[in-house]
């Protein structure tokens, strides 16, 4: 498991041993510093019962969400340009044999996922990826600074700058 697959735990909905998958996840993350952003994240959603974390996420994430997780929607918002990346994005999960578990395929969740099981990822992805992180980490910012999943997007923005510092080391 690469480290964005280990951040992108942290964007489903938690259950019963999400903190230890989680915890799991974190131990196995090789760069410092998104394995120290997630160790935060731990560290303010281990003293919370498990109804706190799911309502922290369900408040963050889906019902009037603190930023909306979806790549394609924080770039693009829902125009045509939106709807061909994920159909792109669909098409790619289904050839690298990933689930989209449930999300819409420009969910961050499947896209990090994603950045991991593929050596070349869609050039879209590279592209936006950062730019739409950025935004997504401003809205929460904006909306609710002490919110703990600030150090999950930290933590995306990270492996996102890194994947493309990788490629760009690749490439020359």
């Known amino acids: 498991m690469g ?5 992108a735990a942290a964007f489903r909905y938690p ?7 989680l915890r799991n996840h974190v131990a196995a993350i090789e760069s410092r510093p998104v394995r120290h952003a997630m160790e935060n994240f731990l560290s303010q959603i281990s003293n919370k019962k498990l109804s706190e974390w799911e309502e922290l996420h369900t408040a963050t994430l889906d019902l009037s969400p603190k930023f909306v997780p979806y790549v394609g929607h924080a770039v693009w ?6 709807g061909s990346f994920m159909a792109d994005m669909a098409r790619a999960l289904r050839e690298a044999g990933l689930d989209a578990c449930g999300e ?7 896209i990090l996922r ?10 879209d992805v590279v592209e936006v990826l950062p730019q739409a992180l950025m935004r997504m980490a401003k809205e ?3 909306a609710e600074r002490s919110n703990p999943y600030r150090h999950v997007l930290d933590a995306a923005q990270t492996v996102a700058e890194e994947l493309i510092e990788s490629r760009r080391k690749a490439v020359t």
């Open 114 to 123: 994603y950045l991991d099981a593929v050596d070349e990822p869609l050039e």
């Open 77 to 82: 918002g829902e125009n045509y340009r939106r």
């Open 140 to 142: 929460l910012s904006k």
């Open 3 to 7: 480290d964005a697959t280990a951040v």
């Open 15 to 21: 259950g019963p041993h999400s903190l230890d998958q």
């Open 104 to 110: 819409l395929p420009d969910h961050i969740d499947p």
